[in-house]
């Protein structure tokens, strides 16, 4: 095990990182004292560098810290401050089954960038935009991702925590890796997969993003477990974004307070069951999607529970809608009237986006209850649930005081809006 030298000094000046790579031979340990150290630094032979945090790598404006080009290296445990944005990164992987883990990264480009890199593991480091310090403020589409891989396979991404960057975890042509308990916050795209086959994506949480998980061009994917919270600043924020996917599992997912909870666009042959979809402006949403099995999943809160456009064949059965009223004849817990959405408020928000006063108002529940047209295409649940099943029902179920906000809300809303009109006609 080989140590680098450390002094109390504060001035004390940076040592080359490279040169104690250069002295260590294939197989050693680096342990690095608190301190500064300079890059950047290329590792071409099997090693292992760890630290504390306090052991900091920086490169003085150089586009890349760390490459990483031999098999089995291992980077544990130090701080690593990249300082040039574009296409620059902290970490450059160009090489299989290596280790990165507990790292704390700031970077003004990528942080963790994986080029033809398999059956590597990325664990526990926090990587963030750097610029987030001192209050800066940049457009997403000026930073880049936190760990961005492209035709990397079957690596582990587990407890990494993403903040302030483009895309917290970007995967392109890169299959069959796990994405597990990943927490990623104030970015465009918490979870970003393109083309991917076999990538497995739970336990994640999102929040404050663009969109919580953009899933896209991927086949046999599952997407399980996770929870997807308040996307929703941006006109096209959603908690869970499919679009192009095909046979894949949607399991047990939370996404609560987005601006669309589940939006599908041109996916087909998914099952979708047991995810609770609730306070979201637009539950889901289907553009272009069918042959989809949609089951168990419960709907609550929602401003709007579904809206399906050229999408059919999709099969809709033992969801739980709090707003349904059914009839359970035979008493086996499912309604024996389908429970068709109306349309008829989204049509009319759509056409008129100032009627949003009018939500859930006595003479806009009128109406939708009068709207008939087209009503075979409208999206419908054969078999609704009568009630919520009792797992999920303290996960979900909004409690009495809940709804009655939500009912003194929608009737200052209404106040609010007739008042605006009476005034308008008195003026007149």
Same mark, same amino acid.
């Given at each position: ?61 150089? %586009? ?11 980077? %544990? ?83 990494? =925590?993403?903040?302030?960057?483009r895309d917290g975890i970007y995967l392109e042509n890169s299959h069959r890796s796990i994405v597990v308990d990943n927490r990623i916050y104030r970015s465009r795209y918490g979870i970003h997969c393109m083309y991917t086959n076999g990538t497995l994506v739970t336990g994640n949480q999102g929040e ?37 996917? %095909? ?70 059965e033992n969801n739980y809608w709090d707003a349904v009223q059914g009839l359970d004849l035979n008493h086996d817990g499912l309604s024996d009237i389908p429970y068709a959405i109306n349309p008829f408020y989204q049509q009319l928000i759509q056409k008129t986006p100032a009627y949003q006063l009018f ?40 409690? %009495? =005081? ?27």
């Amino acid at each position: 095990m080989l140590g680098a030298a450390h002094s109390n000094s504060a001035e004390a000046p940076s040592r080359a990182l490279q040169n104690l790579i250069d002295d260590a031979k294939p197989g050693d340990t680096i342990v690095l004292e608190d301190g500064k150290y300079l890059g950047p630094a290329i590792i071409d032979k099997k090693l292992t560098i760890k630290g504390s945090r306090k052991a900091v790598v920086t490169a003085d404006g150089k %586009q890349t810290v760390i490459e990483i080009r031999s098999n089995d290296a291992v980077i %544990q445990g130090i701080s690593i401050v990249q300082q040039v944005a574009g296409e620059s990164s902290a970490i450059v992987v160009k090489s299989d089954y290596v280790s990165l883990e507990n790292l704390s990264i700031e970077t003004r480009g990528f942080g963790i960038m994986l080029r033809n890199a398999d059956r590597g593991m990325i664990k526990n480091n926090r990587i963030s935009w750097s610029g987030a310090n001192n209050n800066e403020q940049a457009r997403l589409s000026k930073k880049n991702n936190g760990i961005d891989l492209y035709d990397s396979h079957d690596n582990l991404i587990e407890s990494n =925590e993403i903040s302030d960057l483009r895309d917290g975890i970007y995967l392109e042509n890169s299959h069959r890796s796990i994405v597990v308990d990943n927490r990623i916050y104030r970015s465009r795209y918490g979870i970003h997969c393109m083309y991917t086959n076999g990538t497995l994506v739970t336990g994640n949480q999102g929040e404050y993003n663009v969109t919580g998980a953009m899933i896209m061009g991927v086949r046999d994917a599952i997407v399980s477990d996770n929870s997807f919270r308040k996307q929703s600043e941006n006109v096209n924020s959603q908690g869970l974004l499919l679009f192009d996917v %095909q046979t894949s599992l949607i399991d047990s997912n939370i996404v609560e307070g987005n601006r669309v909870g589940i939006y599908m666009e041109q996916s087909s042959d998914n099952r979708l069951i047991n995810n609770s979809v609730w306070r979201n402006f637009m539950g889901i949403q289907f553009l272009e999607s069918g042959n989809n099995e949609f089951h168990n999943n419960q709907f609550i809160s929602n401003v709007i529970e579904a809206e399906a456009l050229e999408s059919s064949g999709n099969r809709m059965e033992n969801n739980y809608w709090d707003a349904v009223q059914g009839l359970d004849l035979n008493h086996d817990g499912l309604s024996d009237i389908p429970y068709a959405i109306n349309p008829f408020y989204q049509q009319l928000i759509q056409k008129t986006p100032a009627y949003q006063l009018f939500f859930q108002s006595p003479s806009t529940m009128f109406l939708s209850n009068l709207f008939m047209n087209d009503r075979d295409s409208w999206a419908t649940d054969a078999f609704p649930l009568m009630s919520l099943p009792s797992a999920s029902a303290d996960r979900t179920h909004p409690s %009495q =005081e809940s709804r009655a906000y939500m009912r003194i809300v929608s009737l200052i809303l209404l106040i609010a809006s007739l008042t605006i009109i009476y005034k308008g006609v008195i003026r007149k």
